[in-house]
């Protein structure tokens, strides 16, 4: 069945890998009900396996529209390119390496209208290179007024498993910063007024590794984007100065624990 209503918007880079692109790919090609469109963006040159590998699947489903971006300029900006061209009155985001269950779109949408949200979340389960091998389970709450006093800590919304009126974020985008840009966008739509609802089961399997752990907890870099994410905070009087010392604080000391805490902290705490 075919829903007419859904665009799924997906980024794809030369990063990913060809077997990834294949599992991410037929998750949405074999939804229980199909998008209207499926928007898959090639951020700049990717190797010529990857392209035939994504070229496959569209000539078995032609609501496949295949989006090639000259530059590499990451994920945020290809996904607003293609929400931006996106046609459906709903848009679900779906990363390249990722798997979405089977009945993801369908729950999403019954979901999205039963709780009258604008957003629709899922927790998530997260796997190491091979979809059996576990990585961890990131939990979320389920009602819009508990994610609200838990996000001004910490970014919980599983970013891959969006699903939102298509008016939501075409209404805004994501902003291309380094770090942080979705948690940022979700702040801005909880500022606007926008409602959160988070499915209490995974209906996305998020693929993890050690490295992309590792590069989330260091830098200078990253550090300065956290405090000014924190110092937009407190401009537009998400958190007091008490919780502007208290959150930029915790976050310096998480950012250069070593790699080892950083892994343990992100399985058995944050999951």
């Not at 939501?168 to 948690?183: A, M, Q, R, T």
């Amino acid at each position: 069945m075919k829903n007419k209503n859904i665009s799924v918007v997906m980024a794809t880079w030369f990063e990913d890998k060809p077997e990834w692109l294949n599992e991410s790919i037929s998750s949405i090609t074999s939804q229980t009900i199909r998008p209207f469109e499926f928007i898959i963006l090639i951020d700049g040159p990717i190797p010529e396996l990857n392209l035939k590998t994504i070229q496959n699947h569209a000539l078995k489903s032609n609501f496949i529209k295949i989006v090639k971006l000259k530059n590499n300029r990451g994920c945020f900006n290809a996904r607003n390119k293609g929400i931006k061209m996106a046609s459906g009155e709903y848009i679900a985001i779906m990363d390249a390496d990722d798997i979405s269950m089977p009945n993801r779109l369908e729950e999403q949408i019954q979901e999205l209208h039963k709780h009258k949200a604008d957003i629709v979340f899922s927790t998530q389960n997260e796997f190491y290179d091979r979809s059996n091998n576990f990585a961890g389970y990131k939990s979320c709450p389920r009602y819009h007024e508990d994610i609200l006093k838990q996000i001004l800590f910490r970014n919980l919304l599983p970013d891959p498993s969006i699903f939102a009126k298509s008016k939501v974020l075409k209404k805004n985008p994501y902003e291309l910063i380094k770090f942080g840009s979705d948690h940022k966008l979700f702040l801005k739509l909880a500022l606007d007024g926008y409602k959160f609802y988070c499915i209490q089961k995974p209906l996305i399997k998020v693929r993890i590794t050690y490295e992309q752990r590792q590069r989330r907890g260091g830098g200078i870099r990253q550090i300065s984007e956290d405090i000014k994410l924190r110092v937009w905070m407190k401009r537009n009087n998400l958190i007091n100065l008490t919780q502007f010392f208290l959150y930029s604080f915790v976050f310096i000391v998480f950012r250069i624990i070593p790699p080892s805490f950083k892994d343990f902290i992100y399985k058995y705490i944050l999951r």
